[in-house]
């Protein structure tokens, strides 16, 4: 069900560069659990893309089936959208993204639509490197249909009215590395400060950027022995340093220790900075992202943060050396070469 909100907001409300409020980058009301993390990462998607000024009709929002996946009718209500079949959210987006590659594709899936049914899928895109910014919103369960565990829970780790799981979990920032993704990070629904920075950065990176999202399911898995509680990844976070984005054009003026500050400029001429960065990290290091993890897994500890960032990253669109235009702007002209070079190809094939 959903529901429509009053028109009325406050007058005063502060406007983008495009004359944007946030109201303007809402959906309809929720209807999620009163509590739930997902709820939180969607305030967090309206707010990167309001201080983006990012046009809502640039955007299209990508979903498989849940509660995560149902989240983009409560955000983006002027943007594009399309919600999937479970698991299937990947090859939609990339069939979108290859028939027009000026939209900035903005999916997010569950663990259980990512990590259970959507796993294959969730293996390929990261390999194509599809440009597109991925948030899984973790709970560990499957929220929509009633909490059973998933392939994200921990081992030991107990739901509501669950037995502890007894297998191990798969860490999904550690299996996209693996992969060969080029943007890693992880982050937890209660720490917008984190959370908004990790958008706007995963939005400005040309190729897939994965943000795994800790986000605890009030009604199934919030118990005091679940890892994906509030008080679970509340007590046992560690963050590799924090991230600040600062758009293309305005000035930088934040001045950290040198040492402890990357700045790194993204494609779109933006850049961020990755400062107070964990001293055993290298971000821009694959093996040095994957040994950190590993450490802080071994721990019992939850690693948030930009976990890793591939500089060099040819996106899907550039791999494959594809039109610049989106399909439905070529013209007869740019689709018929003319019959001189049609004639000088069939003669190179005989
Ligand atoms: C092909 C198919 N299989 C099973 C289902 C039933 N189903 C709907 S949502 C869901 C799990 C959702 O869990 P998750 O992806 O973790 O999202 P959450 O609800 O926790 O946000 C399942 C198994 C379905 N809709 N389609």
Redesign the pocket.
């Known amino acids: 069900m959903s529901y429509h909100k009053p028109d009325f907001r406050h007058p005063d409300l502060s406007k983008n560069e495009l004359g944007y409020t946030r109201a303007d980058y809402e959906g309809a009301i929720s209807s999620l659990c009163a509590g739930c993390g ?1 709820d939180s990462i969607s305030g967090a998607i309206v707010r990167a893309c309001h201080e983006l000024s990012l046009p809502p009709h640039s955007i299209a929002k990508m979903s ?6 149902k989240t983009p009718n409560y955000w983006l209500g002027g943007s594009h959208g399309f919600n999937s ?3 299937r959210m990947p090859s939609v987006a990339t069939g979108a993204a290859m028939a027009n590659r000026d939209l900035l594709y903005l999916g997010v ?6 990590a ?2 959507g796993m294959g899928q969730f293996a390929h895109v990261i390999r194509r490197n599809l440009n597109m910014v991925y948030i899984v ?1 973790n ?1 560990g ?5 009633k909490g ?1 565990d ?1 392939a994200t829970s921990d081992e030991g780790s107990a739901s509501k009215k669950g037995d502890p799981n007894p297998f191990e979990s798969i860490d999904l920032a550690g299996l996209a590395l693996q992969m060969g993704a080029t943007f890693v990070a992880r982050s937890f629904s209660g720490d917008k400060d984190q959370l908004v920075p990790l958008i706007k950065a995963a939005a400005a990176h040309r190729g897939f950027a994965l943000i795994d999202v800790i986000s605890p ?1 009030v009604t199934f898995n919030n118990t005091g022995s679940s890892t994906k509680s509030y008080e679970f990844v509340r007590e046992h976070h560690a963050a590799t340093g924090t991230v600040d984005f600062i758009p293309l054009k305005s000035e930088i003026t934040a001045n950290y220790r040198p040492g402890f500050t990357h700045e790194v400029t993204m494609h779109d001429g933006s850049t961020i900075h990755l400062h107070k960065m964990d001293e055993e990290l290298d971000p821009f290091d694959r093996i040095s992202a994957q040994d950190l993890l590993e450490k802080h897994r071994r721990l019992g500890s939850v690693l948030t943060g930009l976990i890793y960032l591939n500089k060099e990253s040819r996106d899907l669109h550039e791999v494959l050396e594809t039109t610049k235009k989106p399909l439905n702007g070529l013209s007869a002209e740019d689709l018929c070469p003319g019959n001189k070079l049609l004639q000088s190809i069939n003669a190179s094939l005989r």
Request: net charge negative; glycine share 22%.
């Open positions: 997902h498989g089936i849940g509660c995560s996946s079949v479970h698991g899936s569950g663990d259980g639509d990512t259970s049914i919103m709970n369960c499957y929220g929509l249909t059973q998933s399911c």
